[in-house]
């Protein structure tokens, strides 16, 4: 295994299939080992300047390592977020979307392509996508270079794509369900329906005992509690800042 492959392998979970120009399959299995990569691409004429704010966003506002930055081959830019833990599709969904509303709302949706789905992922860089037009992994003080002509006319360096990707860590499980908690985020199921919720014993004595007599109070209590589950404690909060408007 080259040292992109391995690179490739190790924060996306692609490897060699990947650099070798194949895409892996997903199936029904691959949806339940879950995904380790999200693709999030502005076509052109959107520029680097309006996709950098979700770069330098990820990082300074949700606290997020840097995502890869690619040039498509095509006629996008992209960041690559590379993720610890396997994660549902609808996770990644949710993430990206929270992403857009939140940094790129500005956009018409034709503009801004997001992949959640190994199957329908772009092949990962380097790649000769037509003659002379290669998509491939970026420096971000080059990537604005790139913003008219999203492609590389030369083959990159094998060597300097795995540099690149060696300085990028992944998103742990709980830095990316925190990033979902303040995009808003909530996870769904396989048929996008709400995914069922337990409230933990110790909720439920509060909601006996406090709800009737000062709801704030046990939607604080639920907002606060560890050990509730991470959506129940953001509906809490939601319910809370409605609350606030309202009043």
């Given at each position: 295994m080259?040292?992109?492959?391995?690179?490739?392998?190790?924060?996306?979970?692609?490897?060699?299939?990947?650099?070798?120009?194949?895409?892996?399959?997903?199936?029904?299995?691959?949806?339940?080992?879950?995904?380790?990569?999200?693709?999030?691409?502005?076509?052109?004429?959107?520029?680097?300047?309006?996709?950098?704010?979700?770069?330098?966003?990820?990082?300074?506002?949700?606290?997020?390592?840097?995502?890869?930055?690619?040039?498509?081959?095509?006629?996008?830019?992209?960041?690559?977020?590379?993720?610890?833990?396997?994660?549902?599709?609808?996770?990644?969904?949710?993430?990206?979307?929270?992403?857009?509303?939140?940094y790129l709302s500005d956009l018409g949706s034709t503009l801004v392509r997001w992949m959640t789905e190994t199957a329908k992922f772009p092949v990962a860089p380097p790649v000769e996508i037509s003659p002379d037009r290669w998509s491939a992994f970026v420096a971000p003080d080059l990537a604005s270079v790139f913003a008219d002509t999203p492609w590389l006319d030369f083959p990159p360096n094998a060597e300097g794509q795995a540099t690149l990707l060696r300085a990028l860590e992944p998103i742990q499980q709980v830095a990316f369900e925190a990033a979902l908690s303040q995009l808003g985020a909530i996870e769904v199921s396989e048929s996008r329906e709400p995914v069922a919720l337990k409230v933990p014993a110790r909720a439920e004595v509060r909601t006996c005992e406090q709800v009737d007599a000062d709801p704030v109070r046990f939607l604080r209590g639920v907002m606060n509690d560890e050990t509730a589950p991470l959506a129940l404690r953001i509906e809490a909060a939601k319910a809370l800042l409605l609350g606030a408007k309202r009043s």
């Open positions: 080259s040292q992109l492959q391995f690179e490739l392998d190790r924060l996306y979970g692609l490897g060699a299939k990947a650099a070798d120009g194949a895409t892996p399959s997903v199936g029904h299995e691959g949806r339940q080992r879950g995904i380790r990569a999200l693709v999030l691409e502005l076509a052109l004429p959107a520029s680097w300047r309006q996709l950098s704010s979700v770069w330098k966003g990820a990082q300074s506002d949700l606290g997020l390592p840097a995502p890869a930055i690619a040039v498509s081959g095509v006629d996008g830019l992209q960041l690559w977020f590379s993720l610890a833990a396997p994660i549902s599709p609808n996770a990644g969904e949710l993430f990206l979307q929270g992403l857009r509303a939140r």
